[in-house]
């Protein structure tokens, strides 16, 4: 039973959002005041909602504290970018930014959006200001208890895909869902937007004055490419088409991947099929779902507020009828699961106005900008030569180079290879198939290593000869699952410092979660035991089947004595469940 079935009282955020006079908290006086370091708890909440998490360098945690010193405080400032797309003025001004203001690098996330991290308190109204009038992007939902950055399909407009319109309903949906109050522009852009005066509101027609219970997540795509992984999102938006016609939309509704170690009463959650919704009426029918979980949304545990809760609860067929009475009329039920891709599109292909594109493998999402030789150097040298006209961000936390003119070519191969920007010719499988999320230094949330340490364990890896096996391994700091980790082939989640949880089979399609194998894998041993799994499979498969297939086959006590052998106590097993 969970505490919201038991204890009905509002969380403490729920208060704070209450009384936040429309999300302005004390935000605009706490920025002003020098002789103040940080943010307190009630506005370190509001804060999210404007796109920044308060933060300190975990690196220098303790070397601070012995020295008698406050922590490192910096922040973390997230720009929401509807479906990851950039024009080549956005990238370049994205990327002066976080030079000017932040640790000089860019984070791409597993969202589609870019992230600054190490933000001195001090810039902070500068970075958020420039965010929206020098690129032209906001961080406004990028964070918070609202419907978060809309994922897209990034080959949305590309190829046989454009005619979907599926990037118009991304930004149509972005723009729907936004928090109306007017104290974003007052804060940050001294009451403007595109240079307009922002009237002074604090209505929220659809969100309310409590927002929504926890973040709410939505993706459109494709079924031919699903790296958004529909599945995982609150609302799922799974376009249905025939040769390229747009017939409708599958809604996969409640999904979501986070979990809390040791609490049972948290699980990541698979989606589930509902309706069916047809272009006219997608807007009010995702409109309508997501008012049922602001009213029905556990309001008093954060750790059971996500939608998923509330639909694993209730069941769809309560869903349904809760959905149908606040329409007015009943939908088809959604079509059953179509065949699954997934393309990460990294390496060259031409597009459909005869242009090429060419998408770069980014190491876990980060592109650097140390010195003239570095990635951001060489992607700024790209844009201003005007070699290619726009960016996308995918899921996969990679970079696609859009509108390159076919002559342009060797110029921009040539610019890739100088500054170590992969098309992916020259990395092995399994890096390429790898992610991690951010975790330590700045995450607060990290229990152990995963964007520093994953390219050491898979380097590891392809030094025992693993590097061409196609198997995704997703790695986290913690079970907060940023990158969507139970989804994964093999995932790797964070216990302690040095301490890992390895789960397995999953699938590259999205549609299967992992399941425990080993509740507590020291570091040094997981290259071992990751090794002995791909061997299994190797030579039981001979790679004819998928990994994270044959792993689900196996089943946890066929992989953990797999992944023992000639080692057998080196890891805790998982108790029977
Ligand atoms: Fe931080 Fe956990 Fe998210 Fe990683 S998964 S970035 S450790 S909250």
């Known amino acids: 039973m969970s505490s919201s079935q038991t204890d009905q009282t509002p969380s403490k955020v729920e208060l704070i959002k209450a009384q936040s006079d429309g999300l302005a908290g004390d935000i ?65 001004a994205m990327e002066e930014l976080g030079r000017r203001y932040a640790n000089g690098t860019l984070r791409l996330t597993s969202r589609q959006g870019i992230q600054y991290h190490g933000v001195g308190k001090e810039n902070l109204k500068a970075m958020v200001a420039a965010i929206n009038q020098e690129a032209e992007l906001t961080t406004l939902g990028a964070c918070g208890d609202v419907n978060r950055n809309v ?64 973040k709410f997540k939505m993706a459109v795509a494709v079924p031919e490419n699903n790296s958004v992984q529909l599945y995982s999102q609150d609302i799922g938006i799974e376009v249905v088409h025939e040769g390229g016609r747009l017939l409708g939309y599958d809604l996969i509704v409640g999904g979501g991947m986070g979990s809390s170690h040791g609490n049972a009463a948290t699980f990541p959650r698979l989606g589930t099929r509902l309706v069916r919704a047809n272009p006219s009426e997608i807007l009010e ?21 996500r939608f998923k809760y509330l639909v694993e609860e209730r069941g769809a067929d309560w869903l349904r009828g809760e959905l149908f009475r606040r329409l007015g009329r009943e939908l088809a039920p959604a079509g059953p699961l179509p065949a699954y891709g997934n393309d990460d599109m990294v390496g060259w292909r031409e597009t459909n106005d005869g242009r090429l594109m060419v998408g770069l493998h980014v190491l876990n999402g980060r592109l650097r900008s140390e010195g003239e030789s570095s990635q951001l150097a060489g992607l700024r040298r790209i844009f201003e030569a005007d070699l290619a ?30 500054h170590g920007l992969s098309d992916g010719q020259n990395i092995s499988r399994l890096r390429r198939l790898s992610m991690a999320c951010v975790a330590l230094p700045t995450c607060g949330l ?52 040095g301490k890992y949880a390895l789960s397995a089979g999953g699938s590259q399609q ?26 299994a499979w190797r030579e039981e498969t001979r790679q004819g089947v998928p990994f994270g297939d044959w792993a689900a086959a196996q089943g946890a006590e066929a992989l ?5 052998e000639g080692n057998q106590d080196s890891h805790e097993p998982l108790p029977n469940p």
């Open 28 to 92: 605009a006086q706490i920025l002003a005041d020098p002789q103040v370091s940080h943010f307190d708890e009630d506005n370190l909440q509001l804060l999210k909602f404007h796109g920044s998490y308060q933060q300190d360098d975990r690196d220098l945690r303790i070397p601070r504290k012995r020295a008698g010193l406050d922590k490192a405080w910096m922040f973390m400032v997230r720009a929401r970018i509807p479906g990851g797309q950039l024009s080549a003025r956005q990238f370049l």
């Open 446 to 497: 990290a229990l152990a290593e995963s964007e520093r340490y994953l390219p050491t364990l898979v380097g590891e890896l392809e030094a025992l000869g693993d590097g061409d096996a196609p198997v995704q391994i997703l790695m986290t700091g913690c079970p907060n699952a940023c990158i969507r980790t139970p989804l994964g082939e093999l995932a790797l989640v964070g216990r302690g410092p």
């Open 389 to 418: 006209e726009g960016a996308m961000i995918t899921p996969l936390q990679d970079l696609v180079l859009t509108g390159i003119a076919p002559a342009d070519r060797d110029a921009v191969a040539a610019i890739l290879g100088e």
């Open 560 to 564: 953990r004595r797999l992944a023992g």
């Open 285 to 305: 029918v995702v409109e309508a779902i997501l008012t049922i979980q602001r009213d029905f949304g556990d309001r008093s545990d954060r750790k059971r507020a």
């Open 151 to 214: 994922m897209c399909d990034p080959a949305a407009r590309l190829d046989w895909r454009a005619g979907l319109a599926m990037h118009e309903l991304c930004e149509r949906i972005a723009r729907h869902f936004e928090a109306q109050s007017s104290s974003y522009w007052e804060i940050w852009c001294d009451g403007e937007r595109d240079g307009q005066p922002v009237p002074h509101n604090r209505e929220e027609p659809i969100y309310g004055t409590h927002y929504m219970p926890r």
């Open 510 to 535: 999205g549609t299967r979660l992992t399941f425990p194998v080993l509740e507590k894998v020291d570091d040094a041993q997981l290259a071992g035991i990751i090794h002995r799994l791909i061997g």
